[in-house]
C-alpha cells in the first residue's frame, strides 16, 4: 500500500462543508471523508507551521525535538517518518513545503556532506525531495525570506512572468490601474491574483503531484504539501469572486475577552496582526479570499483524486487530508494563529484506508482526541512496521479506522515558543521563560505560561467559544489542580532515550550475569553453578604460598 499525506497550510478545521461550514461547499474533502473517517478532535502539538510541521514529521512533540519555532533547525540525527519508514521498506517522498530548516552546525560537525545521501536527507527533514517549494518567497530591503532555490518561481519565468520574483508579483498580486496591487495588503485581498489560474500556486503542486503518481515506484508514502490557503490573501480568477461579505460569519469573539485578560493573551490581542482583523473591514475582504484560496485547494483535491481513480491507484493508497494549524480570521479579536484556542490549534483530519479491515467506519467521524503526532505512528502501522514508541511519541489510528476502541489519551498537549516575538519583548520575558503550554481532556482547556503568569481556563462544554477565561476567579481550583497533574504527568514522559526500546531494555536485563559479571556474592550459593563455571575448578598454576 502506497500513502498519501495531503497537508493543506494554515486551514481551519471549520472551513470545510463536511464539517459544517454553511457556505463554502467542499465535494473532493467531503468525498474522502465518505470514504473514510473524520477525526473531529484533532489538535497539532504547536500552532505555529515550522514547530507543528516538526512534530507531524517526527512523531514527537515540540519539546522532546525541540525545533519549537520557524527557522528552529530539526537537529542532526532526530528521527523523521523518512527514516522510519524506509526500515520498513517504503520510500518517503517530499512535493511542496516543509518550513524545515536544516542542523547545518551538526551536519558540519559529523562530518555530513549536504551533497550525500544521508546528508541530503539531514537536510531535507527526513524525505527524498521530488520538488521542494516552501512557498514564502517574500523579499524586502535585505534580501529573500528564504534563501533556497523556488522552483515554483523558476516555473513561472520559463512560462513568461517576466520579473526576479514572480512569485509576488504575479501569484500573489492583483492589478490596480497601472500598478501592482500586492497581496501582503489586505485591501487588495479582494482583487484577482494577475496570473492564469492554472500557473497559480496550488495547481502547480497538483501537477507534480499527478507527475510523481504516474512515474514513482512504490511502496511510497508522499507528502504533498500546499502554501495555500496560508497568506499571502489572495487568489487567481474565477476564485477571487466565488464569496463575498454575505458569507462572512460573525466574528467569534467578546468584550468580556479584553477585561482583564491573561497577559500573554493581552499582548496577542494588541499587536499589528489583531488590530488588523478587528477592523471589519478588513475580514470582509480576507476571508472571501481565504473562502476562495480552499474551494481552489478543494478542486485540485479533486484531480487528484480522479487520476488515482483513472489509474487504478485509489484501491492501494492511503490518503489523509490535514493542515499545520489553523487561522483566527479575527475571531478572539486575533488574527493569524499562535494561541490555543479552537481557530488556531485544532485541525481537520481526514483518513481514507482502502483495505478492508477499514469498511465498517466508512463515513463515519470520530470524536477521541487526536494529536498530529498520531500520524507518524499510523504511517508505520500501516506499512506493516512496529511502531517504535521510545521514538514516536503519538498512537497509531489504525485501530479507529478499524471500529476498534482502543485504550486511549485522557488529554492533549500542545507547546508554544514565542522567545523571538514582538509579545515576549513587550512582556519582558527572558527566552526561556517565553513558553506556553495546553492540556485539553475534552472539556476543560488550560494555557500555562511560563514567567509566573497565572493560568488561563477555558470550560468548552459550557462555553464552546472559549470567551469566559474561568481562571479570573478562584472557583475551579480543583480542575485547574487536575489539568496541572496532567500537564506534569506529561512532563514526565520518557521522550530522551531514542537509542534503546522497552523490548531491548528486557532483553538486556541479566545479560551481564550471564557474562560473568558477579559482584556482591556473600558465599556463592547467590546464583547458579552454571553462572560461577568459569570461575571454579582447580587451580592451574600456583603464584602464592598459603
Known sequence: MNILFVMYDQLRFDYLSCAGHPHLHTPNFDRVAEMGVRFTNAYVQSPVCGGSRMCFYTGRYASSHGAHWNGFPLRVGEHTMGDHL???????????KTHMKADAEGMERLGLSPDSVIGARQAECGFDPWVRDDGLWGQGPDGFYDEKRSPYNEYLKSKGYDAENPWAEFANAGVDGDKIASGWIFRNADKPANIREEDSETPWLTDRTIEFLDEAQGPWMAHVSYIKPHWPYIVPAPYHAMFGSNHVPAAARHEIERENPHPVYGAYMSNMISHAFQKDEVRQKVIPAYMGLIKQCDDQLGRILDHLEASGKMDDTMIVLTSDHGDYLG??????KDLFHEPSVKIPMIVYDPRSEAESTRGTTCDALVESIDLAATFVDAAGGKVPDHIIEGKSLLPWLRGETPDW?????SEYDYSVTQ?????????RDARLFMVFDGRFKLMHAEGGFRPMLFD??????????????DNHGEVIDRLYR???EWGRRMSQRVTKSDDD??????????????????DGTEVSEELLSKYT???KQRFVTE
Request: net charge neutral; hydrophobic share 40%; with cysteine.
Open 86 to 96: 524506509r526500515s520498513v521498506g517504503m520510500d518517503c517522498w517530499l512535493l511542496g
Open 331 to 336: 475571531d478572539h479579536w486575533m488574527g493569524e
Open 409 to 413: 489519551r485522557k488529554y492533549v498537549i
Open 423 to 431: 509579545q515576549a519583548i513587550k512582556l519582558g520575558i527572558e527566552p
Open 460 to 473: 468548552l462544554q459550557t462555553d464552546p467559544d472559549e470567551f469566559y477565561d474561568l481562571a479570573k476567579d
Open 486 to 488: 496532567y500537564l506534569a
Open 505 to 522: 531494555l528486557r532483553a538486556m536485563r541479566g545479560r551481564s550475569v550471564r557474562r560473568g559479571i558477579l559482584p556482591f556474592l556473600s
Open 537 to 539: 575448578g582447580d587451580v
